[in-house]
């Protein structure tokens, strides 16, 4: 390392704490069973292949939420412009997902210690929270999907009615007690479920081709209106979270082409492939409900199966991320105490029914996210040339790096004005977000570092 200081690290305020020593080898790693490397970087004999990591963001793509994310932008566009929708921004994805996966792999560490070099160590505290509300948001709107569809299925299969509470807690524990395992059990459980759900999804998706339309059925079907750029931010704003939290599983990865077959899998391939499956499933069934789609097309049983799958590992994957932001806030807490508190809130989330504003929630989070990607990708590699970042270095950063901030609220103002119609530079709002957001970060590290090295 040179030494030299990069303008990210120089941002130094008086009263800095110096927390070199507290994020240490030494004082950091313990022989906890449950130590999963939530503030150290990723020994290289713990990496594994690229499509076992690609497994985990895989199952993701199989939860109900990104069927019912299918359903309405399939029932608002059409099936042709919403496959070019889910295909762009599967694109977009899996691009961005390379990026800052490639950062994780690089450093070793997750998202949110990585933001601490470059928000600032209080900045990033910020944003981390900010990143954990977002994840228990998921977590909250998963286990509401689980608790509703469930009860429904078990009334029209049993004809036994389960209180929505019961579903609620006994979801939550299962998941919680799941997700104390870490990474290596996650991993496993995905590798194991996400060919099941593949399958699921491809049954559903013969049953809806061989399924007779209407005569006088159309193709657009849904209440909700949507332009073709909303409905490209809608399906990046369904795995943006997953894209700027990517180093927390890419820093298992062995070499670059794992990082890149990571990405392209679940955000591309399987994403893709379960939002055109549900989209012709609602067209052909003129349904935008998910439960209603599964029963009118017969897969009642199949679609409790894929219900309690797809819940699974996609709230084990959501509670994990969020227990590694709360662990990068503060380091002297417990790993697995985190996860259990994480999944009482999450649960207690799930009564505030999120999905009544689900496509303004995507969108909401596609417009908070996309420019954090995009200032922690040209940090590592243009502003430091790929120098990676050290934990001894954290006691030369800044409380805030008011700069990244600033650069931060550009990006939001960017894709809210964008998605006013008062601004355009691609006609998606996303894609606007990080062309500005990206040469706004590096000018503002440009001219600062000018100033300071005068």
């Known amino acids: 390392m040179p030494n030299r200081r990069t303008p990210s690290t120089e941002l130094i305020s008086e009263n800095?704490?110096?927390?070199?020593?507290?994020?240490?080898?030494?004082?950091?790693?313990?022989?906890?069973?449950?130590?999963?490397?939530?503030?150290?970087?990723?020994?290289?004999d713990?990496?594994?292949?690229?499509?076992?990591?690609?497994?985990?963001?895989?199952?993701l793509a199989f939860a109900v939420?990104?069927?019912?994310?299918?359903?309405?932008?399939?029932?608002?566009?059409?099936?042709?412009?919403?496959?070019?929708?889910?295909?762009?921004?599967?694109?977009?994805?899996?691009?961005l997902g390379t990026v800052t996966g490639l950062v994780g792999m690089h450093n070793r560490l997750t998202s949110c210690m990585t933001m601490k070099f470059v928000f600032g160590l209080k900045g990033a505290n910020l944003l981390s929270l900010a990143f954990v509300l977002s994840l228990l948001g998921w977590y909250g709107v998963n286990i509401n999907l689980f608790s509703e569809v469930s009860q429904a299925l078990f009334q029209q299969?049993?004809?036994?009615?389960?209180?929505?509470?019961?579903?609620d807690i006994?979801?939550?524990?299962?998941?919680?007690?799941?997700?104390i395992w870490g990474f290596k059990l996650i991993e496993k459980l995905s590798s194991l479920f996400v060919p099941i759900l593949f399958m699921l999804v491809a049954y559903m998706l013969y049953k809806s081709v061989g399924y007779v339309i209407a005569p006088d059925a159309v193709t657009q079907f849904d209440s909700i209106e949507l332009t073709f750029g909303e409905a490209v931010s809608a399906v990046v704003g369904s795995f943006i979270v997953s894209v700027v939290l990517m180093p927390d599983f890419s820093r298992f990865a062995k070499t670059t082409n794992d990082t890149i077959i990571a990405s392209f899998l679940p955000f591309l391939v399987l994403n893709s492939f379960v939002y055109i499956a549900a989209a012709m499933a609602?067209?052909?069934?003129?349904?935008?409900?998910?439960?209603?789609?599964?029963?009118?097309?017969?897969?009642?049983?199949?679609?409790?199966?894929?219900?309690?799958?797809?819940?699974?590992?996609?709230?084990?994957?959501?509670?994990?991320?969020?227990?590694?932001?709360?662990?990068?806030?503060?380091i002297s807490w417990k790993e697995w105490k985190i996860i259990v508190v994480s999944g009482v809130l999450g649960t207690i989330?799930?009564?505030?029914?999120?999905?009544?504003?689900?496509?303004?929630?995507l969108f909401s989070l596609s417009i908070i996210f996309t420019p954090v990607a995009a200032i922690y990708v040209v940090d590592f590699f243009i502003v430091r040339n790929k120098q990676p970042y050290?934990?001894?270095?954290?006691?030369?950063?800044a409380a805030v790096n008011y700069l990244a901030v600033i650069a931060w609220a550009v990006g939001i103002a960017t894709s809210m004005l964008a998605n006013q119609g008062l601004i355009t530079i691609t006609g998606i709002e996303v894609c606007d977000a990080i062309l500005v957001t990206a040469p706004t970060y590096y000018l503002l590290m440009q001219v600062y570092a000018k100033k300071s090295f005068a």
């Open 349 to 361: 989330i799930a009564s505030f029914n999120l999905l009544a504003n689900f496509t303004d929630f």
């Open 16 to 44: 800095s704490p110096e927390p070199s020593s507290e994020y240490s080898s030494e004082n950091s790693a313990n022989n906890d069973l449950f130590d999963d490397y939530a503030t150290r970087p990723v020994p290289q």
């Open 157 to 167: 299969l049993f004809t036994v009615t389960v209180p929505l509470w019961l579903l």
């Open 282 to 330: 609602g067209i052909a069934v003129q349904q935008s409900d998910i439960l209603a789609v599964m029963l009118t097309l017969g897969i009642g049983t199949l679609a409790f199966i894929l219900l309690i799958m797809s819940s699974w590992v996609t709230n084990v994957v959501n509670l994990y991320s969020a227990a590694l932001g709360f662990n990068a806030i503060n």
């Open 65 to 95: 939420p990104g069927l019912i994310t299918g359903l309405e932008l399939g029932g608002a566009l059409g099936l042709s412009q919403s496959i070019y929708a889910f295909i762009i921004g599967g694109i977009i994805l899996s691009v």
């Open 390 to 397: 050290l934990l001894s270095e954290l006691n030369q950063v």
């Open 170 to 179: 006994s979801a939550g524990m299962l998941i919680t007690l799941t997700t």
């Open 46 to 59: 713990k990496t594994v292949g690229g499509i076992r990591i690609g497994m985990i963001n895989g199952g």
